[in-house]
């Protein structure tokens, strides 16, 4: 009964460190997404990935890596952290990207960059 | 282009009083879908509604109810006898047709007073 899960939930970077979030879903689904969450921005779409094996950039790419690992996990990646990327992250999933399902949400990860 | 504009940016009312969160939408496609998503408190995001284009049947579920209207590209939804337990940020979303990214609005906080 997990659903989306979003490892860590709470975390505190330096400018410069390199940090991975992770995410997982359990339930068969093909599509994933990242997204960040600012105060009064909403949500916004950081990659995605329609299927295993495919990525594709979002409205806000810039200074972020992905890698679907398998069906299951799909990874986000900063290199070089920067004080502007202090965000709340979510990662979901959904049956398919073409699909009008609704999308999954995990419980997000609150990233503060100092 | 996809847009989703909620104009309210924070409501506050008073306990049992009803409250309409507006919702505009603008996409060239013909065939898109509408969401309704709750964020308490506690950061979850929570599925609450899908809607697609070409249903405009309203919808109501128990104190919540939905008007969509495609002559004004609206999607308000309504809180009937608010209660503190739905004080949360609501987002509205849309999705167009076949590989297109959910598109969120900034969101309306609302806060209900006891």
């Known amino acids: 009964n997990a659903g989306v899960t979003q490892t860590p939930k709470f975390q505190v970077l330096k400018t410069g460190q390199s940090m991975t979030l992770q995410c997982a879903q359990d339930?068969?689904?093909?599509?994933m997404y990242w997204y960040r969450q600012d105060p009064g921005m909403g949500l916004r779409l950081i990659y995605y990935s329609a299927s295993e094996g495919t990525t594709d950039k979002g409205e806000v790419p810039n200074g972020y890596n992905v890698s679907r690992l398998n069906k299951r996990e799909f990874s986000l990646r900063l290199e070089s952290a920067a004080p502007s990327q202090t965000s709340v992250y979510f990662c979901a999933s959904s049956p398919s990207a073409d699909s009008n399902q609704p999308q999954h949400f995990g419980d997000g990860t609150r990233l503060s960059i100092l | 282009a996809q847009k989703v504009t909620q104009a309210q940016t924070e409501i506050s009312v008073v306990e049992k009083e009803d409250v309409t969160l507006d919702c505009v939408y603008e996409t060239r496609d013909t065939t898109y879908y509408l969401f309704w998503y709750k964020q308490p408190p506690s950061g979850e995001l929570v599925f609450l509604i899908r809607r697609n284009s070409f249903d405009e049947q309203n919808e109501i579920s128990g104190r919540y109810s939905w008007n969509f209207q495609k002559s004004t590209s609206s999607f308000n939804f309504t809180i009937t006898a608010s209660q503190v337990v739905d004080s949360a940020v609501y987002f509205c979303?849309?999705?167009?047709?076949?590989?297109?990214?959910?598109?969120f609005g900034k969101g309306t906080r609302l806060s209900v007073i006891a």
């Open positions: 979303a849309l999705k167009g047709r076949g590989n297109t990214p959910l598109v």
């Open positions: 339930m068969n689904h093909n599509s």
